[in-house]
T-cell receptor
Framework: DTGVSQDPRHKITKRGQNVTFRCDPISEHNRLYWYRQTLGQGPEFLTYFQNEAQLEKSRLLSDRFSAERPKGSFSTLEIQRTEQGDSAMYLC???????????FGPGTRLLVL | GIQVEQSPPDLILQEGANSTLRCNFSDSVNNLQWFHQNPWGQLINLFYIPSGTKQNGRLSATTVATERYSLLYISSSQTTDSGVYFCAVEKKNTGNQFYFGTGTSLTVIP
């Protein structure tokens, strides 16, 4: 148990639909990251929060993607008007201020038909 | 960004054998971590090792920051070591993005 849960674990949707994923750290951690992983590749950074502030966004994060972390606890990642290229595993990770160790959730596997 | 290359891309070992995995990176880093991704997709942190050497049981890691590489050693491999091993780095003085390599896929056969 890494102390991070993600919901849902799997999501199948049709192209053009909106989807929202949730990440819940069990305990308080200052930093929260979202990554995307496609088959055969390493995770790619999407965005990063320190407490409730979204401090960094990758160029991979198009206008269709939005992330929030109200109150600095759980976080949500929304994808609007999904495309087939959005099919991937979406991973959430947490760390403390020192950033020494990242703890990953189990991921949400998205399939866009 | 920063380039992170891992080798070998694939490795098949007999149970009990030893192996060395390598991670090369193209710029100075202030954070380097090794992860194991099991067959179900869960990523587990193995080491935080921006420099120096650490050991944890059958695993050890060494990072030579000045030469921009890190090594992960697995001794007496077990079938449960199978999965993909990733290194991830944070480039020095450039915010909080972590860059992952493409991984080494390890299969340990009994």
């Amino acid at each position: 148990d890494t102390g991070v849960s993600q919901d849902p674990r799997h999501k199948i949707t049709k192209r053009g639909q909106n989807v929202t994923f949730r990440c819940d750290p069990i305990s308080e951690h200052n930093r929260l990251y979202w990554y995307r992983q496609t088959l055969g590749q390493g995770p790619e950074f999407l965005t990063y929060f320190q407490n409730e502030a979204q401090l960094e966004k990758s160029r991979l994060l198009s206008d269709r993607f939005s992330a929030e972390r109200p109150k600095g606890s759980f976080s949500t990642l929304e994808i609007q008007r999904t495309e087939q290229g959005d099919s991937a595993m979406y991973l959430c990770a947490i760390s403390g201020l020192s950033r020494e160790t990242q703890y990953f959730g189990p991921g949400t596997r998205l399939l866009v038909l | 960004g920063i380039q992170v290359e891992q080798s070998p891309p694939d490795l098949i070992l007999q149970e009990g054998a030893n192996s060395t995995l390598r991670c090369n990176f193209s710029d100075s880093v202030n954070n380097l971590q090794w992860f194991h991704q099991n067959p179900w997709g869960q990523l587990i942190n193995l080491f935080y090792i921006p420099s120096g050497t650490k050991q944890n049981g059958r695993l050890s890691a060494t990072t030579v920051a000045t030469e921009r590489y890190s090594l992960l050693y697995i001794s007496s491999s077990q079938t449960t070591d199978s999965g993909v091993y990733f290194c991830a780095v944070e480039k020095k003085n450039t915010g909080n993005q972590f860059y992952f390599g493409t991984g080494t896929s390890l299969t340990v056969i009994p």
